[in-house]
């Protein structure tokens, strides 16, 4: 099993930056993807960005050039969001995989305001 717990999130006006963390526990040793994804009002949850134990990364087309995705340890993920838009409100939501299974955190909030 593995928890997650997410950091960071808040109210920001557009053109702003905010930093999200999620620190992972238990058995973290099998998480191979860490990832952020996002969920806004009458929207399908969405990924935002993924990084592996290898650092490689993906992001989604609209946060290109202005989020990043980091991994400071295996057990902890990061996602820096830069010259925020309020296209960017959402819940985010820690990810972490296993080769059997999928980890959610509880989810944090972002608001960003035009």
């Known amino acids: 099993q593995v928890q997650l717990v997410e950091s960071g999130g808040g109210w920001v006006q557009a053109g702003g930056s905010l930093r999200l963390s999620c620190a992972a526990s238990?058995?973290?040793?099998?998480?191979?993807?860490m990832g952020w994804y996002r969920q806004a009002p009458g929207k399908q949850r969405e990924l935002v960005a993924t990084i592996a134990r290898d650092g490689s990364r993906n992001y989604v087309d609209s946060v290109k050039g202005r989020f990043t995705i980091s991994r400071d340890t295996l057990d902890t993920v990061a996602l820096h969001m830069n010259r925020l838009k309020p296209e960017d409100t959402a819940v985010y939501y820690c990810?972490?995989?296993?080769?059997?299974?999928?980890?959610w955190g509880q989810g944090t909030q972002v608001t960003v305001s035009s």
């Open positions: 238990g058995t973290t040793i099998f998480i191979n993807v």
């Open positions: 990810n972490a995989n296993t080769a059997r299974s999928t980890y």
